[in-house]
């Protein structure tokens, strides 16, 4: 009986590490499903790739070229080599630290990455500058070349940076619909000249941010600085903070929305189009050329456009929707439960061009 016993206990015991074994595989087999289509590149392993020994006995010329060797068999790519002669009459060196090499190197790869990944993880980025700028241009070079028969498809899709980022990150990007997720603060100047997209930003944004914005949808968690979203001409930009100086200068188009409670001053100076929507107003909200008044009938549709790209980041209660609807949200019903929070945009103002208020 009692060995009867020990023989099932130990069948039983097989079968649990059978079962282990095959789950183990299948874990392994997802991950390398997923390993497809997300990767990540760590900016810390960039900088300490190559560093030039004494460069007193070899010309540059032959240092450059030993370079491109050890890019070309480590990553599969290469330089244009016009940084060969920045090198030269830059920095005397050339050294995968070196902050334009950086550059140009983790633009190359994020060309390469972005054909066969669609989601791409950057990791350490330290503040580094010109990250991202121009993203896609492979993609669009493609697109132009209709005759290429062989030309595969371009997989990227999304972007998440763990870490802070310097100016000018995304600048020129194509006119693609691409997701950027920064999970830490950004530079001046972050996305300049945005076309299309998804764009979240979890910390600080310094000056400038959104500027040129043509449609790009964005969302900022935590302060922005002064000048957000000058020279707006599409798309829509939500706050959750505050409203900074000078917010929407220049605007010829879209919107601006915060949720926050901090509005300063001169919003909208010399603004041509577009709407910045504010829970209270004061004595100086409105810049040159710039008006207040309060939130009309038509404005429900672009709060709502502002909004809907971001229901889940911001928990918005859509009663199974999926979206915030005009049957749902509009002069009758004017509020919306955000982050578990009510907002009631009936007590919204909004600062428009001067000369579209009425007398």
């Known amino acids: 009986m009692c060995s009867r016993q020990a023989s099932d206990d130990e069948a039983a015991d097989k079968r649990t590490k059978r079962s282990k074994r095959v789950l183990k595989r299948k874990d392994e087999q997802r991950e390398s499903k997923m390993d497809k289509s997300i990767t990540q590149l760590d900016i810390d392993e960039i900088r300490s790739f190559y560093r030039q020994s004494d460069g007193r006995q070899k010309r540059f010329r032959t240092i450059f070229d030993e370079f491109q060797r050890r890019l070309s068999d480590t990553y599969g790519i290469t330089l244009p080599p016009g940084v060969r002669r920045l090198g030269r009459n830059m920095y005397q060196e050339i ?166 409670d901090e509005i300063d001053e001169e919003i909208g100076s010399g603004m041509l189009e577009g709407r910045n929507y504010t829970p209270r107003t004061h004595r100086n909200i409105g810049g040159r050329d710039a008006g207040v008044r309060p939130v009309g009938p038509e404005d429900y549709r672009f709060i709502a456009e502002a909004l809907n790209p971001f229901i889940e980041e911001l928990d918005i209660a859509t009663q199974g929707r999926g979206r915030i609807s005009q049957e749902l949200f509009n002069e009758t019903n004017p509020a919306l439960s955000i982050n578990g929070m009510s907002y009631d945009f009936s007590r919204y103002h909004v600062v428009v061009p001067k000369r579209t208020l009425q007398d």
Request: aromatic fraction near 10%; hydrophobic fraction near 35%; glycine fraction near 12%.
């Open 95 to 260: 050294n995968s630290d070196t902050p334009y090499v950086l550059e140009f190197i983790v633009s190359e790869l994020l060309e390469k990455l972005g054909k066969t990944h669609e989601t791409i993880e950057i990791l350490n980025p330290e503040g580094m500058y010109n990250l991202c700028v121009g993203i896609g241009r492979t993609s669009a070079a493609k697109q132009e070349n209709k005759q290429n028969q062989n030309a595969r498809p371009y997989a990227f899709q999304k972007i998440i940076v763990k870490g802070d980022v310097g100016s000018f990150y995304g600048g020129m990007p194509i006119d693609r619909y691409l997701i950027h997720h920064i999970r830490g603060s950004v530079g001046r100047s972050f996305m300049d000249n945005a076309k299309q997209g998804k764009i979240i930003v979890d910390n600080v944004a310094d000056e400038s941010a959104a500027q040129v914005n043509s449609g790009a949808r964005f969302l900022f968690k935590d302060y922005v600085g002064p000048r957000l979203g000058w020279g707006q001409r599409g798309g829509s930009i939500v706050t959750l903070k505050n409203l900074p100086f000078n917010a929407g200068l220049f605007a010829a188009g879209g919107t601006i929305l915060t949720l926050g």
